[in-house]
């Protein structure tokens, strides 16, 4: 006799501890919707210190935000890392104007990660020459104890829209 995937009957107890333990993990992941709202709120602060520290260029609060590790794609598709991410927003003959994030989404991906997604125009002027450029951007942030750090960060570059 066999059960309905061919296995010989009895012969599944452990395929059924596995599934019992793959649910018993999964339970554990999911937040209730009290956790969610805090999660989301403790998430939303954080990715907007991060987004006003860069735009601020405040060198000390990215080194904070900013895992050691970090994986950031740039628009042009190039993997870079932690020292080129900041460098690239502290330059000396940089300077930005204030943005506006359209198409916000902040998703908890449990109580220790989640992700910041938006579009927006950047503005400014570098080595005195002003600049304009569309971007969506996905930052993914970790917890790391009582603070976040920003991991991994993809921007992709987007033509702009005649106004």
Known sequence: MTT???????RNKGSNMRKTCAVAIAS??????????????????FADAFDAAQIA?????????VADDLVFIDGSG??????FFIDGWTGADDDYDPV?????VILPLGEDAGLASAETILSGRSAGK?????IRFTDIF??????????????????????
């Open 57 to 65: 260029q405040d060198r000390a609060a990215l080194e904070r935000m």
């Open 142 to 163: 970790k917890r790391h104890g009582d603070s976040w750090q920003a991991t991994y960060i993809h921007v992709t570059r987007m033509a702009i829209e005649r106004e």
């Open 78 to 83: 190039k993997r870079y890392g932690k020292a």
């Open 130 to 134: 002003p600049f304009r450029v569309r």
């Open 100 to 104: 506006t994030l359209s198409d916000r």
């Open 28 to 45: 554990m992941l999911i937040l209730t919707p009290a956790q969610a709202r805090d999660a989301a709120t403790d998430l939303r602060a």
């Open 4 to 10: 309905g995937h061919g296995v010989p009957a009895g």
